[in-house]
């Protein structure tokens, strides 16, 4: 009986120790899980972060870009916006000069009526038919610019007429009408032509003026800057208080 409880005791030691024994062993085991998924949580919340950081660094290059795409076409606008500005105060500037040209020319001829002396019968009937074949053909073709706004029949009528007249009182008018026709229609170099003949020629003509002015616009418009200024220079200069003197001043303020 007595070797029973002894026995007895034993296994229950024994049961009791082996059920402490595996505690630890539980524990250890449950340990290096936690520490696997500790783990695992702290690397995929460092790889979102690098996420989250690249898609912040791709948003700010957008927006980078964005902003450089915006700015080169508020650049491209300005550089619209001013030459279009240009080309209207260049339009503006034609439109005065050609009012101007029309009320000088006006003016002239209703001058040149006012002062015509009465001449004696005799020198009047010889010089009647010149002088009327001279005025007709130059009314005809100052109209076709005033009136029928005919510029290209404009321009072979007065060729004719600098041609059959070329001692004309209206010579020098009508080479700077010619010019400014030429001009207009593009043909810079045969309008330098006509402009220098007036300078050249007619040096006492109120045409001067406007003619050293459109060299200038001319060697402008063919990238001559220092011959631009020059001429521009001399307008002012030579022509002081006139209207081209005036346009001259503006366009020497442009360099």
Do not use: C
């Amino acid at each position: 009986m007595k070797l029973n409880m002894i026995t007895a005791t034993s296994v229950a030691v024994l049961f009791s120790a082996s059920i402490y024994a595996a505690a630890p062993v539980e524990e250890a085991g449950s340990s290096s899980k936690a520490v696997a998924v500790t783990s695992t949580a702290s690397s995929l919340s460092l790889e979102q972060r690098i996420e989250r950081l690249e898609r912040m660094l791709q948003a700010r290059n957008q927006v980078q870009l964005d902003l450089q795409n915006q700015v080169e076409d508020m650049s491209n606008s300005m550089s619209t916006l001013v030459g279009q500005l240009e080309q209207s105060n260049y339009q503006i500037e034609q439109m005065i000069e050609r009012q101007r040209e029309i009320y000088q020319e006006m003016d002239r001829r209703f001058a040149q009526v006012q002062s015509s002396p009465v001449t004696a019968k005799s020198a009047t009937d010889s010089a009647a038919p010149t002088a009327a074949g001279e005025d007709q053909a130059y009314d005809a073709a100052v109209a076709l610019v005033m009136q029928d706004k005919d510029y290209d029949a404009a321009i072979p009528a007065f060729q004719g007429f600098i041609a059959d007249y070329p001692k004309s009182t209206y010579a020098p008018n009508a080479h700077y009408w010619l010019g400014q026709l030429q001009y207009t229609r593009g043909q810079r170099d045969a309008a330098s032509e006509q402009f220098n003949k007036v300078v050249n020629d007619y040096p006492q003509s109120n045409k001067v003026a406007e003619s050293l002015l459109k060299l200038g616009i001319i060697a402008q418009f063919q990238n001559n800057n220092e011959e631009a200024k020059s001429l521009f220079a001399r307008v002012v200069k030579e022509h002081p208080n006139t209207a081209a003197a005036g346009l001259a001043q503006n366009r020497l303020a442009q360099f």
